[in-house]
Nanobody, 122 residues
Framework: QVQLVESGGGLVQAGGSLRLSCAAS????????MGWFRQVPGKEREFVAS????????YYTDSVKGRFTISRDNAKNTVYLQMNSLKPEDTAVYYC???????????????WGQGTQVTVSS
């Protein structure tokens, strides 16, 4: 089992920045593809970004390209989502996800965190 804990969410004004972190613990001795998703009440969870096991490949949904950057530090078992030029429509609960090996950018993923709230005020 792998446990994922997100942090770094909060309230920020439009145009501001936040960096989300996702720390993995448990059976992390394998190679895991990681992803970030987000969800607003009443809507389905939406893919945001993903990164391959070694960090070589990254993928983004169109609405965040050029503004968000996903990265990882395998020595710390942590994946990050740097979010710049935030917009009110980025407001959501952001979830971290992981799966062993290779998966398409949008999943499926086997492990999920509890989420962290990001609120962007206009």
């Amino acid at each position: 089992q792998v446990q994922l804990v997100e942090s770094g969410g909060g309230l920020v004004q439009a145009g501001g920045s936040l960096r989300l972190s996702c720390a993995a613990s448990g059976r992390t001795n394998g190679n895991y593809a990681m992803g970030w998703f987000r969800q607003v009440p009443g809507k389905e969870r939406e893919f945001v970004a993903s990164i391959s096991c070694t960090g070589t490949y990254t993928y983004y949904t169109d609405s965040v390209k050029g503004r968000f950057t996903i990265s990882r530090d395998n020595a710390k078992n942590t994946v990050y989502l740097q979010m710049n030029s935030l917009k009110p429509e980025d407001t959501a609960v952001y979830y971290c996800a992981a799966t062993r090996g290779i998966t398409p950018p949008r999943g499926p993923y086997d492990y999920w965190g509890q989420g962290t709230q990001v609120t962007v005020s206009s």
